[in-house]
């Protein structure tokens, strides 16, 4: 028995799975398996999706805002209770550095904060049409939704789905990742124990391919959250076309950092190794497209490699620890066939690329110059620490590039000049940018994605429209 939740969260309980399979759990830094979760079926799939559509029209659709409210503060509360022990589970289940475990469990805690907040400011509007009549909006939540949420971020993205979900008056079905599924399973538990009604939050860990489909296809769900890759999002958006499922789709990317000879070249240079290998890489935000202005070019990477070498990677259970393992094995071999196949085209490795000599799926962040706009490395998602740094010489020319992605995430943007980075900024085609700062995802703001990086924005105001329905009456004058 672990002192941790490993079973499906369903109306209030923790239960195995009727077939009682189980999902291996392995702590990528020391390759050991310490638990296994279990894994549901469809019959309890049937049993979460029926249980969240009871609880959305007997509880949740009709509680005051006040009521609702308060709940969701209970449960940011729980969170802050429970924080220590979310962070380490975190830790131990992805590798994922603990200071960034415990700086994430915070997050979650605050998106509930701000979409409790929420509830009680968020209104339709009353609009003039005719003569006498009168005209108004209604946003009414659409009924049982379900996030399907990745490994990398497991706790504040599932926290940033089901938050506005259930604030805007939905019940949610959370489906994580078969690598990340305990610190979901414990948010299950500790909403029943903040006092959400039975079937308000029902967290179903399972394969993506059986689960996650099902759950897709699945009559009484209204709406599909999803962050993960493209190739998954894409396969979700067909399925979803069947009943004209509502969804939102946060993917992949391939984020420019972009810097100009103008800007303040050290600073830009050392905080951008951390824009690209915090969390290992492992991030859709990734800045993993440099390009450099060629007349500092050589100033940045020396500032850049400086900066690269001194990152603490290593232990994820130790407070100084910037950068862990990968999640498994085989995400450390895809970075792993990049580097190699860079090498064989004769590009210039500046640092890394190696394993660390220890257990645990370790990789040193890595640097690739004199890459080719052709490259595979420049131009796919590793998720992985791999960074290539390319110079340019004309700006209207590096936009091209820059936008020659099929993705359009993120970015960050070097200049001290303002024209040129309102000018810059209006160019790249990209969800979210920062300008002298690679700071992009806060939870009061809009975060998504052009273009294959995704449909739809979490967080801010918009996550919240997005889990409702716009309904308009008109009252004859
Ligand atoms: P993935 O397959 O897209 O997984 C994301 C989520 O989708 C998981 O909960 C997964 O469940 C589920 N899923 C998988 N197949 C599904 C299906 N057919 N229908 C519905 N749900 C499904 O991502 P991955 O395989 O873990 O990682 C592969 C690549 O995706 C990475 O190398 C990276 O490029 C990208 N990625 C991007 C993000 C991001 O934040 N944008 C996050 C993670 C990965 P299971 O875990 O049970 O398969
Ligand atoms: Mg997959």
Redesign the pocket.
Known sequence: MSDFPTELFINGELRPSKSRKT?PQINPATEEQFCAVAAATLEDLEDAVQGAQQAFVTQWRDLTPRKRTDLLFGLAAMIRKNSESLAQLECRNIGKPIADARDEVELGARVFEYYAGAIGKFFGQTIPVGRGGFDFTLRQPMGAVAA??????PFP?ACWKVAPALAAGNTVVL??????PLTAIYLGKLAHEAGLPVGTLQVL?????Q???A??KHALIRKIS????????A??ME?AAHDLKRVSL????KSPNIIFADSNVDEAASSSPMSVFANTG???CARSRVFVERSVYDRFVEGFVTATKKLVVGDPTDDKTQIGPLVSSA?RE?SEKFIGEAQGQGRKIACGGKRLNRKGYFLEPTVILEVQPNDRVWRE????PVVSIRPFEDETKMLEEVNASPYG?SGSIWTNNLQRALRVARAVESGVLSINSHSSVHLEAPFGGFKQ??IGRDLGMNAMEGYTEVKNVYIAG
Do not use: M, R
């Open positions: 999902i399907i949420v990745p490994w990398n971020f993205i489906k994580p990742a078969s690598q990340s860990p399972g394969s993506g391919g689960i996650g489909d759950l897709v999803f962050t993960g890759s493209t190739v998954v999002g396969h979700i399925l946060e993917l992949g990317g492992q991030d859709c995400q895809i998602e590793v998720f992985g995430l990086s995704g």
